[in-house]
Nanobody
Framework: QVELVESGGGLVQAGGSLRLSCAAS????????MGWYRQAPGKQRELVAT???????NYADSVKGRFTISRDNVKNTVYLQMNRLKPEDTAVYYC?????????????????WGQGTQVTVSS
């Protein structure tokens, strides 16, 4: 069984920093795109940042210059360094990964989500 486990959420004052981690475990052949999404109360889930296996990144305009996504392909882990946090960054943050598994000679890719971690920024 393959799963994503997130950690690092919490309560922080505006202007502070948090670092989220998301580790994939199980019978993994490889991982393609990885990313972070967030969902605030009463709002739809939105993209925060993504990173491809080769390292190219993409950010939502609202977090550019404040958040940095990175990954460790050996550890199958993706990180989100969040600096200069604002109250509007308050949300549940979800990790996402395109996981590839191998059964016999067949590769199968599927979209996997973590359970979410709460980030609360107080003003």
């Amino acid at each position: 069984q393959v799963e994503l486990v997130e950690s690092g959420g919490g309560l922080v004052q505006a202007g502070g920093s948090l670092r989220l981690s998301c580790a994939a475990s199980g019978s993994i052949f490889s991982i393609n795109d990885m990313g972070w999404y967030r969902q605030a109360p009463g709002k739809q889930r939105e993209l925060v940042a993504t990173i491809i296996r080769g390292g190219s990144t993409n950010y939502a305009d609202s977090v550019k210059g404040r958040f940095t996504i990175s990954r460790d392909n050996v550890k199958n882990t993706v990180y989100l360094q969040m600096n200069r946090l604002k109250p509007e960054d308050t949300a549940v943050y979800y990790c996402n990964a395109g996981v590839v598994t191998k059964t016999m000679d067949l590769l199968h890719e599927f979209d996997l989500w973590g359970q979410g971690t709460q980030v609360t920024v107080s003003s």
